[in-house]
């Protein structure tokens, strides 16, 4: 086995906040070398919100390197290379299964290690699936989350392949409503699905959800409001069909889009940390949390 890899300084992630991270260590000041950024992606950190925006515009799509982090704050625009010229190593493609806490030790699925004085983890959230709760036919083709840029791109390229199909959204928060807003301008028949009395419940009044929602369907979005998604139908070929909803309703669907949440990703610091909201629960001074 080799060598462990050392660092003074483990960022766990990839996402914006290892991005924003780097970019203050730099500032801070930083020996080449000490910081590493361990990411499962392929990618240097860019503006996860482009990936339900411009990304899925059918003209001018935006497309890397142009959201690289810090786009996103009016900042810089840290390409590969500002990484390299300040020494910092950027680990792609890099996902880590085995986190060990007490010997400062992380463990990739190839079994390359690493060890840190100093660890931050952002690893984020990860997407609450169907699958979870055990809806029937959730494992269908064309059934589709958002959270990375290799999820876009599944999707950009199931639009292209579905062209003037039928697209079913199944949420009604940040996501269903930025992609079903994609999915239209994209010249699909979009309905948009969710078991509360409107849209973003958590944010919008009845009065501004009603403005949202009059809206979407002044331009051909038709909502579907108080049922929920229990099973999807399936051809031969595992594509998804029909999303067959708690109401009765069987709605038709070429492509499904799901957003019905995250939770926080925090499964490799199981028994080793305090939780606390399904979070890790933190103090000053303790290990540094960035769950964006």
Known sequence: MAEAKHFKYVILGGGVAAGYAAREFAKQGLNPGELAIISKEAV???????????YLFPQGAARLPGFH?????????LLPEWYSEKGIELILSTEIVKA???????TSA???????DILIIATGSTVVQLSDFGVQGADSNNIFYLREIDDADRLVAAIQAKK???AVIV??????????????INNLDVTMVYPEPWCMPRLFTAGIAAFYEGYYANKGIKIVKGTVAVGFDSDANGDVIAVRLKDG???????????????????????????????????????IICPC
């Open 44 to 54: 240097a950190p860019y503006e996860r919100p482009a990936l339900s925006k411009g």
């Open 69 to 77: 982090v810090c786009v996103g704050s009016g900042g810089e625009r």
């Open 100 to 106: 060990n806490l007490a010997s400062k030790t992380l």
């Open 110 to 116: 190839t079994g390359a290690t690493f060890t840190y």
């Open 164 to 166: 003037d199909g039928k």
């Open 171 to 184: 949420g009604g928060g940040y996501i269903g409503l930025e992609l079903g807003a994609a999915l239209q």
């Open 249 to 287: 309703r069987v709605l038709e669907a070429d492509i499904v889009v799901v957003g019905v949440g995250g939770r926080p990703l925090t499964s490799l610091f199981k028994g080793q940390v305090a939780e606390d909201k399904g979070g890790i629960k933190v103090r000053l001074n303790d290990l």
